[in-house]
């Protein structure tokens, strides 16, 4: 097992360094530079321009520059952010914990409706409301997530204001708040951007978990509960569905990618500040530092998971451990 | 086995038991919302205004506040010495308004003024604010490791700033040049030198004051979340008339269609920037109002004079005539009103109908499209049979540049695309991001491009931007090169009285109007956004943000939050 640790942990590493490599490469051969972006302010002088980036050693050859970015990276140091003023540290340490936190409340409620969904389902198949149900999930699944964002930010918060439009907290009220008021503050803001992923989540999970409770069904100890006389509902969400969860931890290591990149569109169009509005505001004002650190944290996010999934499911499954 | 099964046990269990807390917390959390809702605190009844915006404002350090998102915030937390008057003239010191200087006097030659400052003015920790303030911050602008954006027009007027008590100190100009004092006021923001003297040096601690600055204005900070909201409220020692809200917040939002969603739902009482189709909307609203703000903004589509990054003409636009032709084939009155309506208002020159030295007078290159084709036929691009103009077998073909952030300057390169087809001339629209059009033109790798500036109240902005100097460090892309406009400008910003001045600047404008190194294409209109409930008592004509500290809530329409008190910074 521990072999199989080091393995995944090296993958996950070497993942990690390509992408970072390929990222600073590209970011810095795109066109512009963090101090050319305003061509209509007369005040943007050309010798002031000059002087920016020869202060922050953007006129050095790429070479130079990525060597120092990797030994301040060694250090834990990201930089300074151009468009924020600030030390792009500091715009991790409050953008990812409100990632973390609509992230992970996206997964808990998706992969809880997905299974849920999947489970109901699979004893249904063939009927009227397993095929609704199941093009509805298919239907959700193919539209894009801006455009589920766009659908909830226009219908219940904008026309029944059931939920606040955007943010992540009432900014007139919350500071004057008690403390159960300021955590139903921010599940109030919450709602809407983390419902529009975990919706996306749940119906994909519910595809894979019908499939797994299809298979799982027809087994022999499933028979043997109904001759024993079992009620169909136990057989169903007690029997089978404990069966059927074993491929879940993967599944949910190959939704992470897909939930970083929904995150990106959904925290732009609810203005939840988390790290993919950060990328959207650092790529569009070319700040090579924030960028770069986006990228490096949505990788480190993606490899870790996909290797905890790994992980949970060779615990879960010896055969995985012996294939790695 | 063993193992698979004891997971597959524990994940149920997980999701078993998630449940039932996960479906309670949110109708729990909601009901404890309302029931926590409203401060332990009265406020003082001024109220709160929430101010919708799509940007952080990235620094409150004044020096480098040159977004106008860190303009309006620093604005209301500094003063400075004088501010323009309603007239928004920016020759001599007529019509301005003293703010931190409760006056100020010239020196017989017109060469130094001195300025008295209130002595009741305090910074926001209680120091008194002080001439060497003053001096302080001016040394601080005018040092080249600050690289604010102010030091060239600063240093251009200014030869230095002496102290003569701790409420009197004066400024030395180079020259009598018209606008001195104005790029002096206007620029300089007096800063406090017993706060930063000791750190200038220290960036820990002036990232510090740059998010949490102490000021002497009619606000103070109370909090920034980037990305979030920063809340501001009234200052007790201020020594000018106290501003009437309790609280001003911005939240920050970055799309423009959640920002007015925000507006209409009264998330938000004001919002700068409404497009045309959203002001229509608010205008509907009985308890939304639209306010048009000042147009500072004009709009163009700019021909590359040169080719590429050489010095050569470019093979088209380096000919004068062929650029009259182009501009003749566009109808610019149908063009601003297909993409703002009634709003739309044609671009008239290198200048925007609020500045003072606006003329809409001038002989403007009319819309003819016979007389652009004759034009094209005697410059020797004749039509094929397909319509299309070419000459020695070249075709009449050109790339235009357009912002994918500009609705509006996509929409109107497509409609242009098609005017000038009618026309025989081929127009390749290419659309990319700002910074990807950023590095083309700044290379001059571009034949066209749809371009815009953002003017001042003062028209000598136009030095930076039309001027054969601002071709080699300025924002004149296209490098448009004329003597005689050149002079025009140096004498209308060296002229001592407006009528001289705007003779000067008639004629400037006029020479680069004949000249068609651009198509003035609009002035876009500037709409804001706000709810009944405020009293808008005073509405500066180029910052709004200026009359804020005179609104206030009607009464009988406040809301919850109005009753909320500012917290502590």
Redesign the interface.
């Known amino acids: 097992m521990r072999r199989f640790l080091l393995a995944r942990g090296a993958q996950a590493v070497t993942v990690i360094a390509i992408v970072a490599t390929l990222a600073f490469v590209l970011v810095h051969l795109?066109?512009?530079?963090p101090f050319?972006?305003n061509?209509?302010?007369?005040?943007?002088?050309?010798?002031?321009h000059a002087?920016?980036i020869h202060?922050w050693g953007y006129d050095q050859p790429l070479a130079v520059q990525y060597v120092k970015w990797v030994g301040n990276l060694a250090r834990l140091q990201f930089g300074w952010s151009h468009?924020?003023?600030?030390?792009v540290t500091d715009?991790l340490r409050?953008?990812i914990p409100r990632s973390m936190l609509l992230m992970g409340t996206a997964i808990?409620?998706g992969?809880?409706a997905g299974?849920a969904l999947g489970t109901w389902q699979a004893p249904r198949r063939g009927s009227m409301a397993e095929k609704i149900s199941g093009s509805l999930a298919i239907v959700t699944l193919s539209m894009p997530e801006f455009l589920v964002a766009i659908a909830a930010?226009?219908i219940p918060?904008?026309r029944w204001?059931w939920f606040?439009?955007?943010?992540?907290?009432?900014?007139?009220?919350h500071?004057?708040?008690?403390a159960?008021?300021?955590?139903?503050?921010i599940?109030?803001h919450l709602?809407l951007p983390a419902g529009t992923l975990a919706l996306l989540i749940a119906a994909s999970v519910s595809r894979y978990q019908r499939m797994a409770m299809l298979a799982v069904l027809p087994d022999e100890f499933i028979r043997t509960a109904r001759a024993k006389g079992a009620a169909e509902h136990d057989i169903v969400w007690r029997h089978a569905?404990?069966?059927s969860?074993?491929p879940?931890?993967t599944i949910i290591g190959l939704l992470l990618p897909t939930l970083f990149s929904g995150a990106v569109f959904v925290e732009?169009?609810?203005?939840w500040?988390g790290i993919g509005?950060?990328m959207?505001?650092a790529v569009?004002t070319?700040d090579y530092p924030l960028v770069l650190a986006g990228v490096l944290a949505g990788s480190v996010f993606v490899a870790l998971g996909s290797a905890l999934a790994d992980v949970?499911a060779a615990?879960?499954?010896?055969r995985v451990r012996i294939d790695a | 086995m063993r193992i698979s099964l004891l997971m597959r046990g524990a994940l149920v269990q997980l999701l078993e038991r998630l449940l039932v807390p996960l479906v309670l917390l949110v109708p729990l959390a909601s009901v404890s919302f309302l029931a926590g809702c409203g401060g332990n605190e009265r406020s003082s009844g001024g109220g709160t205004i929430v101010i919708g915006s799509g940007q952080d404002p990235r620094t409150l350090f004044p020096p480098l506040a040159d977004l106008t998102q860190a303009r309006e915030i620093t604005e209301l937390l500094f003063e400075k010495l004088a501010e323009r008057g309603p007239s928004l003239n920016t020759l001599g010191d007529s019509g301005f308004v003293p703010r931190l200087a409760q006056r100020w006097d010239w020196s017989p030659d017109s060469l130094r003024v001195t300025f008295h400052l209130d002595p009741r003015a305090r910074w926001q920790d209680g120091h008194a604010v002080r001439a060497s303030d003053v001096k302080f911050a001016f040394s601080v602008y005018t040092d080249t490791l600050t690289r604010s954006r102010m030091r060239r027009d600063l240093i251009a007027a200014v030869d230095s700033i002496t102290v003569g008590d701790s409420a009197t100190c004066t400024a030395w100009f180079h020259q009598r040049s018209p606008e001195r004092f104005h790029e002096l006021v206007f620029s300089l923001t007096p800063l406090p030198e017993h706060l930063l003297r000791g750190i200038l040096r220290d960036s820990s601690a002036m990232l510090a004051f740059a998010k949490s600055p102490a000021g002497n204005g009619p606000f103070k900070i109370v909090k920034w979340e980037q990305q979030v909201r920063l809340e501001v409220a009234r200052s007790e020692t201020f020594s000018g008339t106290p501003a009437r809200f309790d609280r001003v917040i911005w939240t920050f939002a970055p799309d423009a269609s959640t920002l007015f969603k925000q507006f209409m739902a009264g998330e938000s009482d004001f919002l700068e920037n409404l497009t045309v189709e959203d002001a229509a909307a608010a205008a509907r609203q009985p308890d939304r109002r639209v306010i048009a703000l000042p147009d500072y903004g004009y709009n163009f589509l700019q021909f590359n004079l040169r080719d590429g990054a050489s010095a050569r003409p470019h093979a088209l636009f380096g000919d004068r005539a062929l650029r009259r032709a182009l501009t003749m084939a566009l109808d610019r009155q149908l063009l601003a009103r297909s993409v703002f309506d009634t709003l739309g208002r044609v671009g008239l020159g290198p200048f925007v109908r609020a500045q003072w030295s606006a003329d809409t007078t001038l002989r403007q290159i009319p819309f003819d499209r016979a007389a652009a084709a004759t034009l094209l036929d005697s410059l020797g691009w004749r039509a094929g049979k397909d319509g299309m103009r070419s000459r020695n077998g070249k075709p009449l073909a050109f790339s235009l540049l357009v912002p994918t952030s500009s609705k509006a300057r996509q929409t109107l390169a497509v409609l242009i695309q098609e005017q000038l087809r009618l026309a025989g001339v081929s127009v390749a629209v290419e659309r990319l991001e700002g910074p990807a059009i950023g590095k083309r033109v700044t290379t001059g790798a571009f034949d066209a491009q749809m371009g815009g500036i953002t003017a001042s109240p003062s028209p000598s902005g136009v030095k930076q931007t039309w001027t054969s100097a601002a071709s080699k460090d300025g924002l004149n892309f296209g490098h448009y090169e004329n003597g005689a406009f050149d002079a025009q400008v140096d004498s209308a910003t060296s002229a001592n009285s407006k009528p001289n001045a705007k003779a000067h600047y008639r004629s400037a404008y006029q020479i680069i109007v004949d000249d068609a190194p651009v198509i003035w294409l609009y002035e876009p209109p500037t709409r804001a956004g706000a709810n009944a409930r405020l009293q808008l008592n005073a509405a500066h004509p180029d910052a709004w943000w200026l009359g804020l500290r005179e609104w206030s809530i009607t009464p009988g329409k406040r809301l919850p939050r109005d009753a909320v008190p500012a917290q502590k910074p």
């Open positions: 795109a066109p512009g530079d050319a972006s061509l209509d302010d007369p005040s943007n002088s050309a010798e002031l002087a920016q202060h468009s924020r003023g600030r030390w715009v409050e953008t808990v409620f992969v809880f299974v930010l226009a918060a904008a204001h606040p439009v955007s943010g992540i907290v009432n900014p007139a009220m500071d004057s708040m008690n159960a008021a300021r955590a139903g503050d599940l109030l709602a569905l404990r069966n969860l074993g879940l931890t732009t169009i609810f203005s500040p509005r950060m959207v505001e569009g070319v949970l615990f879960a499954d010896p």
